[in-house]
């Protein structure tokens, strides 16, 4: 029996509400309130699964709003063929680097991004990985997880280890803690010559869609792994800034982890300079940093929801100057083809027009951003 993560731990009051909101998930649009029900979109979902939690769902005001957007499915995911399947390039075939573990992305020499989990409380509709969630074919093994460890040990140019998923704290706290404390082992322990060493990063984006899942436990926990533990969410808008979200973060950051912020840009939910605005500065409030904003990755199924470059650089150059330096992110693509993400500025984009953008990584490398085709009405 495939072994997924989410069992056998001590049954205690505060991990029972996170695993009985995560079991009780809606995985069908037929089980959805009537008010938000739309076509038949079983086929959609045979192909991109559905996930909502109650908690997710309650967020939900009315059929299109924002939080509707990101988690029901919807028949442009499968009628769209624009995009591919991994644009970012993030399977081992796609890398430079030979012998690579499934499990690992190693992009940059120092960092490794290792997904150890293909589940998540909600499967958002705009997901790079749409291609890999909720395959049981693709739940990491314990042998997998196992290589990917000794590679990060025996490749001591990585100092930066991301572990992401799907989601990781989709695993039950023993589980994340089998993988995480020999990595944290090895990168506290990987000194550079002014005795700076490594960090562990979790992207995650419990903390807005199953915040029930931050208890006192998993607190306790990941405190024993700082200070060279950050952690990364994923808030999209406003609205899911919530007295549960905010109770998340801050037990968190309570625990001595630093938490940055990563958005992106999507259409019909938060493309426009007052909600970003409200969003980060509500997210600094509570002691979250807004990191990056993304462009919205070509990948199939997820086309709906992207705006041209040049409307993503009108809304960023519209948030300098009316909100605090501290809550302004990055604004990046992450290059197609595996170029890694490219600050969007003047010296790099070397050309644009409507059919693409041309851009400079770090390397001096050039890689196509493929534009958004704007439908005349």
């Known amino acids: ?22 079991r009780e998930s809606i995985v069908s649009p037929n089980l959805l309130p009537d008010h938000l029900k739309n076509l038949d979109l079983t086929e959609v979902c045979k192909k991109y699964p559905m996930r909502l939690n109650s ?3 309650s967020l939900i005001k009315e059929k299109g709003d924002s939080i509707y957007l ?46 150890i989990s293909n589940q998540c409380p909600v499967y958002c509709r705009h997901c790079t990985r749409k291609r890999k969630v909720d395959d049981p074919k693709r739940q990491p093994q314990s042998e997998e997880i196992e290589q990917a460890i000794n590679y990060i040990k025996n490749n001591s140019e990585i100092t930066d280890v991301i572990l992401s998923g799907g989601d990781p704290f989709t695993l039950v706290d023993s ?54 533990l950050h952690i990364n969410t ?16 801050i037990m968190l950051e309570r625990a001595g982890i630093p938490l940055g912020n990563q958005t992106v840009l999507l259409k019909g939910v938060n493309d426009n300079s007052e909600t970003l605005k409200y969003l980060f500065k509500g997210l600094i409030n509570f002691g979250v940093i807004p990191y990056y904003l993304y462009v919205c ?23 300098a100057g009316n909100i605090s330096g501290k809550a302004v992110p990055k604004l990046v693509i992450d290059a197609p083809g595996g170029g890694g993400k490219v600050q969007i500025s003047p010296e790099n984009i070397i050309k644009m027009n409507d059919e693409e953008v041309l851009l400079r990584n770090r390397e001096g490398k050039l890689f196509k951003y493929p534009q958004v085709k704007i439908r005349e009405k």
Not at 95 to 102: F, I
Not at 186 to 191: D, K, T
Not at 211 to 228: A, G, H, V
Not at 305 to 319: C, M, W
């Open 70 to 115: 990101q988690s029901i499915p919807s028949m442009e995911e499968i009628t769209d063929n624009f995009g591919e399947e991994d644009p970012l390039c993030e399977e081992p075939e796609h890398q430079e680097r030979k012998n690579v573990p499934s499990l690992i992305t190693h992009r940059y020499s120092d960092r490794a991004l290792f997904l």
């Open 1 to 22: 029996m495939k072994d997924n993560g989410i069992t056998d731990d001590k049954n205690q009051d505060s991990d029972e509400v996170w695993k009985k909101l995560l």
């Open 175 to 228: 589980r994340l803690e089998k993988i995480l404390k020999p990595i944290h082992e090895i990168m506290f322990n990987r000194l550079d010559k002014y005795g700076n060493s490594g960090i562990v990063r979790i992207g995650t984006r419990v903390p807005v869609t199953l915040p029930q899942r931050i208890t006192p436990d998993l607190c306790k926990m990941l405190e024993k792994y700082t200070p060279n």
């Open 234 to 249: 994923h808030f999209n808008h406003p609205l899911e800034i919530t007295s549960e979200s905010k109770k998340a973060c």
């Open 297 to 319: 990755d070509p990948v199939k199924g997820v086309n709906h929801f992207r705006i041209p470059v040049q409307k993503a650089l009108e809304i960023y150059n519209s948030l």
């Open 55 to 57: 908690y997710y769902l």
